[in-house]
Structures are given as structure tokens and as C-alpha cells.
């Protein structure tokens, strides 16, 4: 979810930019106001201008990462528009991708973790964020068509959140290196609860969105093929 | 897994003692050692005796931890000791009480987070114990007879990682506060692939495994409650 560094951003967007790639190298508290605005090519005073204090440019960075989340939402959208199935497929994909590019976690998580302080003025970013990431992934499971949709976005959710905390601490040797095919077991295990029950007319509905699964570990039994 | 604070602890356990609380609730980056010598009843030069550096005095309060974990091992071997797989279940019963009593997450993996240089001498501590745990896990899934031991104990084990990073972010409000219950699902499933399979011939095997994945939610068989 990084931008590209060449084009020439405004200095609040440098601020945000170079802030947030020093967060997550240093942590939040491993790197001052000084170090920031100095590699942002700009002053401190400057920094004040744009942000009143440090935990206004943490509060910036983070809606600044729930706008690549934004998009990184609307591209699954787009890669299997009339497949709420696939998309579930890409989700995982996707999300494996950025935990595997850079194993120094989410952004989010990681704030939660260093600025323990329950008033911290992040906190409730954080908690939205997290809360909206979770049922935006709990409707695509419903429009999927999967039963038990909101067990299965918990577990997803968890299980992601596990492998970006467990790659911290023991790097791609862990479980949390083995997140998609983990996760798409536990996909096709919800996915075949579904069909018996529909009335017929929803069935169509529903064989179309299995089409798109790709690659499961398993075959599905036939009758859950129809 | 906090001991008492009322026992008359030496000098050195008291500052192990003190730093653990402390930096659980301010973050290992969130209080300087003044603070950590003040609170535990001595001064800076003790502290430095007993421990060269900030760095050490982290080392030391990681492997204190650790020396808890080894206790909760011990006391879950000793709840069931003919049962591998109520053994399992006091895990999931242990860990999630954990978690639910302290929402500030895992030591070890809030230390990760914290702790970004790869060179940080608290990560081999770290990975060390992270890897141990998993391992521990999957032998007792292992011991309990279930056919992916492995997989399932990775799944576990992101299951409480992802709980106790979101239970940071979210409270009790999100996915996490429902690990006990996701992980029991992902328990059931994986003990219903067991069973069914033996004698082994390949066809009666892929049969069994597909049976296994198609009722996530139904309760264990009796005989896998053993």
C-alpha cells in the first residue's frame, strides 16, 4: 500500500508519507517530530503548521492507511465484480501479499500495541477502522452466500491479524507464512455448509459464485457442485 | 500469569516484576528505567547492577515470561493427563482467559512490535519462545491423534495471536472476544477428519475428510472427546 516516492507531494502529504514509513520501520515511539520533519525535507515548524502535535500526525497516518485500505477494497470489487465468492478468494490473496511484502505488521495493530493508554486520541480511529474492516468483510461473506457468515469473517479476521503479529516475531518461519493456505482451508470448510438448505432458486445464485474459488484443498463433494 | 506483589521478592525479582507490569501498561518504549527503579522500591545504580542495560533488563522480563508459559504448560498437562485432547481444550479455555483478563495482548508479541531493529538481542528470546510454543501445541494435537496436527496447531495459534492484537484495538466489541468459540469450531472440524479413516485404504480416506469438513459446527463425537 506504499505510494511512490518521485512524485513531488505537498508537504503535508511528505509529512504523512515519510512519517508513516518511519512509524513502521521504528515504531511510533522510536522516532521524534525532528527525525520526521528532516527526512520530509522540511522543519519542525513547518510540521506544527500542518499538525498541532505528534498524535495529530499519528491520527493523520492512520486515516491516510484506512484510505489505501479504501482502495485496496474497491480493486478486490473490481477483480470479480458479479463474485462476491472470488472476491472472499482475493481478499485472501491480497491481504497475504501485503502481510509477506513487509513483516512488520499493520500499521493499525501496531499503533494499538504502542500507545496503550486507553484515552489515547488514535484509540477511536483505530477501533473504527478495525470494526469497518471486519463487517465490510462479514458482507461479502452474507453476499457469498456462506451461512455462517459472520463466524467465518471473525475467524478470517483473526487469522490475518495472527499472521501479521506472529511474522513480527518469528519472521516466515511460523505458522503466520502459512496464512492462505490456513485460511482457504477454513474458507472451504464454511463454503460447504451452504448449499442443502437454499430453496432452488437461490441455488443458481449460489453455483455461480462457487465457480470462482479457484483453489481449494479439497474437492467439494458433487451435490454441493450443483 | 501475575504472581502476588505481596511476597517480600529480592531486589532483582522486584525490578523483573515491576518493568513486566509497567511495560505492559505503557509500553516497553513508554517508561525509562527511573521510573522502573522509583516503582520497585530501589534506584537506577541497583538496577544497572543487576542489569547492564535497558536491553538486558527486556531479555530478562521476556524469559520470566516464558518461565509462566512453561507453568501454564505444566499445570494443562496435569488437568487431563490420560487426555491429549482435553488437554487442547484447557488451552483454548486457558489462553482465552488470558486474553480476556488483560487486554493490553501478549508480552512476547507486544515486545515484536515494539522491538522493530532486526538486530534487537530480545528477538532471538522471541522467536525462540514463539516457535516453542507453536511446536508444543502441535505435538499435544499430535499426541491427541489428529490427522493435520500441524495445521491445526498453526491455526490455533494465529487464532489467540490475531485475538489478543485485536482485542488491542477493538475491545470486547470485535472477533476476538469470540476466540473461544472460533477456535472450538476449527477444533471440531479438524478432530471430525480423524476417526472415519482407519482402517486406511485411499478411497475410504478422501471420503472421511470430506465428511469431516462438511459440518463444522455440529458437536464432537463422543469418542473424540477422550
Not at 61 to 85: K, R, T, V, Y
Not at 124 to 140: D, G, P, S
Request: hydrophobic share 40%; charged share 25%; aromatic share 4%.
Amino acid at each position: 500500500m506504499e505510494t511512490c516516492g518521485a512524485s513531488p507531494l505537498r508537504p503535508r502529504e511528505r509529512i504523512i508519507k515519510t512519517a508513516r514509513d518511519l512509524f513502521r520501520k521504528h515504531g511510533i515511539r522510536g522516532v521524534g517530530v525532528d527525525t520526521i520533519a528532516e527526512q520530509a525535507g522540511t522543519n519542525k515548524m513547518t510540521l506544527y503548521r500542518h499538525f498541532g502535535s505528534k498524535d495529530d500526525l499519528i491520527i493523520a497516518c492512520l486515516q491516510d492507511f484506512a484510505n489505501d485500505a479504501e482502495a485496496f477494497w474497491q480493486s478486490i470489487e473490481m477483480s470479480h465484480p458479479d463474485s462476491p465468492m472470488a472476491q472472499i478468494h482475493e481478499w485472501v490473496r491480497i491481504v497475504s501479499e501485503c502481510a509477506l511484502d513487509d513483516l512488520r505488521g499493520c500499521d493499525m495493530a501496531n499503533a494499538a500495541v504502542e500507545l496503550a493508554e486507553d484515552a489515547h486520541p488514535a484509540r477511536h480511529v483505530i477501533e473504527e477502522f478495525k470494526m469497518a474492516q471486519r463487517n465490510r468483510l462479514a458482507q461479502l461473506c452474507r453476499d457469498a452466500g456462506i451461512e455462517k457468515a459472520d463466524q467465518l469473517a471473525d475467524t478470517l479476521c483473526l487469522l490475518i491479524e495472527g499472521a501479521r503479529v506472529n511474522m513480527q516475531s518469528v519472521g516466515l518461519e511460523g505458522p503466520g507464512a502459512r496464512f492462505i493456505s490456513l485460511a482457504e482451508d477454513v474458507i472451504a470448510a464454511f463454503a460447504r455448509e451452504k448449499p442443502e438448505r437454499k430453496p432452488a432458486t437461490l441455488h443458481r445464485h449460489a453455483s455461480a459464485k462457487i465457480k470462482g474459488r479457484g483453489q481449494l484443498h479439497a474437492p467439494l463433494p458433487a451435490a454441493n457442485r450443483a
